[in-house]
């Protein structure tokens, strides 16, 4: 038996498999009872079902990534990896903030109400990133 290199792809892939299973419960269930047959449950079935065997892939072939690489990465490789994934992150965040804002005028504005759950999901969207962003580097300021 082999070992599970990331455990983490390994629940993962776990969850997966238990909703593509529950998927296609409640598609055969639906079938039965005279419900009608919904083939967007068994479209979501096969992605699952597609993103555990992944997984599970994953979980025994590979090991992490900052595992793969340690050996391999010198400064100014780990300088440009974190300097291109704070660039990526700043551009999307403040894209979530101007979608976010542009909603909530035109809701203002002209009185689009299909508007206003987009804009506080994408204001929530902004807040969680901050938070989130806040939270891992006072978590990486503490221990490295």
Not at 71 to 89: I, N, P, W
């Amino acid at each position: 038996m082999k070992k599970i290199e990331n455990k983490f792809n390994f629940v993962l892939a776990c969850l997966m498999a238990a909703v593509a299973v529950a998927c296609l419960v409640v598609y055969f269930l639906a079938a039965i009872w005279g419900k009608g047959k919904d083939p967007a449950l068994l479209a979501a079935a096969f992605v699952v079902a597609v993103w555990a065997v992944t997984d599970f892939y994953d979980a025994f072939h590979k090991k992490p990534i900052e595992e793969r690489v340690a050996g391999q990465a010198d400064e100014r490789d780990v300088y440009l990896a974190m300097k291109s994934s704070r660039t990526a992150m700043m551009i999307f965040n403040k894209s979530l903030f101007l979608a976010s804002v542009l909603a909530f005028w035109v809701y203002a504005r002209f009185g689009v109400a299909f508007l206003l759950p987009v804009a506080v999901t994408l204001a929530a969207a902004v807040l969680f990133l901050f938070l989130l962003l806040l939270g891992v580097n006072l978590y990486y300021e503490k221990r490295g």
